[in-house]
Each structure stands twice: as structure tokens, then as C-alpha cells.
């Protein structure tokens, strides 16, 4: 299997991007804004049709669509405690409204195009079996990029995401830190939809996070258990699919459901 070339850049582009995924999928679940990921890889694929309308390429119109949707959700007010709960109801609404809004967009840039649906197949589902060595270079120094962020912001995320406002007292920034927390978040949805695409990014960002939540693990090990299980998915799903002609990213992609409903047997506790 690792003969042949584009199975080794499969399984090296899989493996940032898993690494990427379960870190950054960790504090995304932990701060209950799985929802605003799902969106973003949404808003990205708007961005991503747009970009070709204007001649550049999609990755970068993906990137910089969620990197703005990005920006807006962090900078929304946090609320109190009390809140909480309507605030998160409130912006889902709003989440759920613009994903909408989003693909309906991406059509029309489609059709101004003239351009088939069925030619946006490896957008929406991926094709990590065509990663050439160019795209495995981007993918190492974005991947780079999101996980240096990821050091700089980590203390004091997980601060304001377990306790905002003791964090709000000590003087944390939190919109501050929850706009480039959501930066890294579209620039991780961004990278993996080049491997298992748009629609199938959530599986890889929320399933192994939601897995190592869910068995109670504190913050070191839970984001050694999200990253580990998301390489274990990616590179399992590729092998799976390489004996058995199955979708890789259909494969990866049941592989983190299967996970999820494993642990809620094994940890049946609420998170």
C-alpha cells in the first residue's frame, strides 16, 4: 500500500491533519461550539465556489470566508452565566440560518459559472487519494501555523473556557481569545476539508474530541486521547479503504460515529 505515492502523501496529509483536528476538535466540544465549527467548513465552501468566480483558487477562498465568519462569531458578547443558555439559542438560530444561506450561495456562484454540482463531489466529500506534494507542503505549514497558535492561546482558553467569568476577573481577554480561537478553528475546518472534505470535516473536528470528553479525561490526556484516536481514524480508514474500495473519507467518517456510540456504552455517564 505505501508503495505507491499517493498513499504516502495520503497518510502524511491524514496525519497532520488528524493531529490538528483532535487538538483543536478538544477545546471546540469543551466549549460547547461544535455547531459554530459545523458552520464554518459551510460558510467555507461559499467562500471556496466564490473564489474560482473571481479567478483564485478555492482552498483560499475557503480560508479566508471562514477566517471572517470566523471573526464575527468570536467576537460576539459571551453573556453571564444566567444567559448562557439563551445567548447559545440565540446563535444557533443564527449558525443554523447563515450554513443555510451558505450553501444556497455557493450554488448560485456554481451556476453563474456554468460549472456542473456534480464537479464540487471531491469539495464536498474530499479526495485525499489526490493530495499532491504541493498541497502536503501547504498542509504542513498551516497545520504548523494552527498548532503554534494553539500553544500561545491554550492557558488561557481553557481558562476562559472553564470558568469565563473568574477568567473575565483576572483579567483574561475573552473576546480576545475567543476570535483567535475561532481563527484556528477555520483555518483547521479550511485543511481538513482538503483531505475528507466540507460536509465530512465535522467528523474528524468533533467525533474523537466528544469520544475523549465523554470518558471524563483531564485536559493533557484529553487532548493526547482526541489527537491519538483522530490519527487512529484517519490512518485506519485509509487502510480499510485501500483493501476494501470503500470511500476513504466514508470510512474515517463511520469510524468516528462508531467511536462515539462505543463510548457512550462504555462511559454512559453525561458529559
Same mark, same amino acid.
Given at each position: ?7 504516502? *502523501? ?5 496525519? !497532520?491533519?488528524?493531529?490538528? $483536528? ?21 460558510? /467555507? ?6 473564489? +474560482? ?9 475557503? +480560508? ?6 470566523? &471573526? !464575527? ?9 444566567? $444567559? *448562557? ?7 444557533? $438560530? !443564527?449558525?443554523? +440560518? @447563515? ?14 459559472? *456554468?460549472?456542473? +454540482? ?24 498551516? /497545520?504548523? @501555523?494552527?498548532?503554534?497558535? &494553539?500553544? @500561545? &492561546? ?6 476562559? $473556557? ?43 473536528? !468533533? ?65
Amino acid at each position: 500500500m505505501l508503495h505507491y505515492e499517493f498513499m504516502q *502523501n495520503a497518510f502524511m496529509a491524514t496525519g !497532520v491533519v488528524s493531529i490538528l $483536528s483532535g487538538l483543536v476538535g478538544w477545546f471546540l466540544v469543551l466549549r460547547g461550539q461544535s455547531f459554530a465549527g459545523h458552520a464554518l467548513s459551510h460558510i /467555507g465552501y461559499a467562500g471556496a465556489t466564490g473564489a +474560482v468566480l473571481i479567478g483564485l483558487t478555492p482552498f483560499w477562498g475557503m +480560508v479566508l470566508s471562514a477566517l471572517v465568519a470566523a &471573526l !464575527v462569531l468570536g467576537w460576539e458578547p459571551q453573556g453571564d452565566q444566567r $444567559s *448562557n443558555a439563551v445567548a447559545a439559542s440565540q446563535r444557533d $438560530s !443564527v449558525i443554523g +440560518v @447563515v450554513l443555510a444561506a451558505s450553501l444556497g450561495l455557493g450554488l448560485l456562484f456554481l451556476k453563474i459559472q *456554468n460549472v456542473p +454540482v456534480s464537479s464540487t463531489t471531491a469539495l464536498l466529500f474530499g479526495n485525499v487519494l489526490g493530495v499532491d506534494r504541493g498541497t502536503l507542503r501547504l498542509l504542513f505549514l498551516l /497545520g504548523g @501555523v494552527c498548532l503554534v497558535g &494553539l500553544c @500561545v &492561546l491554550g492557558r488561557p482558553l481553557l481558562f476562559a $473556557s472553564l470558568d469565563p467569568d473568574l477568567a473575565a476577573a483576572k483579567g483574561v481577554g475573552l473576546k480576545l481569545i475567543a476570535c483567535g480561537f475561532m481563527a484556528l478553528v477555520a483555518l483547521a475546518t479550511a485543511i481538513c476539508s482538503q483531505t475528507i472534505g466540507i460536509l465530512l470535516v465535522f467528523s474528524l473536528l !468533533v467525533g474523537p474530541a466528544a469520544c475523549a470528553l465523554r470518558l471524563g479525561l483531564s485536559p493533557w490526556p484529553g487532548l493526547l486521547c482526541s489527537a491519538g484516536l483522530a490519527l487512529v481514524l484517519s490512518w485506519g480508514g485509509l487502510t480499510l479503504a485501500w483493501y476494501t474500495g470503500a470511500p476513504a473519507s466514508f470510512c474515517i467518517s463511520a469510524g468516528a460515529a462508531l467511536s462515539y456510540i462505543l463510548v457512550r456504552f462504555v462511559a454512559p455517564r453525561a458529559s
